[in-house]
């Protein structure tokens, strides 16, 4: 396992599932644990899972330049660093293009990619200190394209590939830069998915594992992109899908 003793970990959207899972990964493996997010009820319930651990709760609007900035001023206030950032805050906009209100589109482009660049930028400085790294959570829908999701196959699209430039250009300064991609996990987010039946059939049909991920299995994988153990890692978006990204997209033929 892991040993983040000392280290310090921000991450966004800890309130609820991926978020929450991660900063309780990143506990259990001795990280300082900095929790933020919109509402401040949400990231107390997810703290007070965390006995033991060194914790810090900043209600933060990524979509919030000068929230992010404080984000990152809190955290080096409190614990003299930042070693990694999880970039996870996020949000969907559902509906076909041209039926999607501005408001709606602009609010997921702000959550999901001014969000991580605020963050980014807020942050970059430490960790270039202290050779630190950052995940983002990007998804399988910023892979490749879905029916219904034009705007946030947009924002992680731009996810994705913001990973590959910033690594591109941070690695030589210390800082590795990668993405996890999920497919569908059971979420708040994804609730009005995973309560209906026939939805669900289709996606364990589409998934080759047969059911949906639980957060813990993506915090996982963040926490080994996180790690010493992946300290050749730059630059990669990997699937965290049960297999959908192995398919070429055709049906089943037996």
Avoid at 111 to 118: D, F, L, M
Avoid at 135 to 156: C, E, I, Q, T
Avoid at 223 to 243: E, K, Q, T
Wanted: charged letters at 15%; proline letters at 3%; aromatic letters at 6%.
């Amino acid at each position: 396992m892991p040993d983040f003793s000392g280290k310090t970990v921000i991450i966004t959207g800890a309130g609820t599932g991926i978020g929450a899972a991660t900063a309780a990964r990143f506990a259990r493996d001795g990280a300082n644990v900095v929790l933020a997010g919109r509402r401040a009820d949400k990231l107390e319930a997810a703290a007070d899972g965390l006995a033991g651990a060194r914790v810090l709760i900043q209600a933060t609007d990524v979509s919030d330049r000068a929230a992010c900035e404080a984000l990152v001023a809190a955290a080096v206030a409190r614990f003299g660093g930042v070693d990694v950032l999880v970039n996870n805050a996020g949000a969907a906009a559902f509906g076909p293009f041209l039926g999607t209100d501005e408001a709606e589109w602009r609010g997921v482009m702000e959550t999901n990619v001014a969000g991580t660049i605020y963050c980014t930028r807020a942050a970059m400085p430490h960790l270039m200190a202290r050779g630190g790294n950052i995940v983002n959570v990007s998804s399988v829908s910023g892979l490749g394209g879905d029916w219904g999701l034009s705007y946030y196959n947009a924002s992680k699209g731009a996810v994705s590939n913001l990973t590959r430039a910033l690594a591109l250009e941070f690695g030589g300064q210390g800082v590795r830069v990668n993405a996890v991609c999920p497919s569908l996990t059971l979420t708040n987010m994804s609730a009005g998915l995973s309560s209906n039946q026939e939805m669900m059939a289709k996606f364990r049909d589409r998934i080759p594992l047969g059911r949906a991920a639980e957060p813990a299995e993506v915090a996982d994988v963040i926490a080994f992109l996180a790690s010493h153990d992946a300290r050749f890692v730059n630059g990669v978006n990997l699937p965290v899908d049960g297999g959908v990204t192995a398919s070429n997209g055709q049906p089943r033929l037996g």
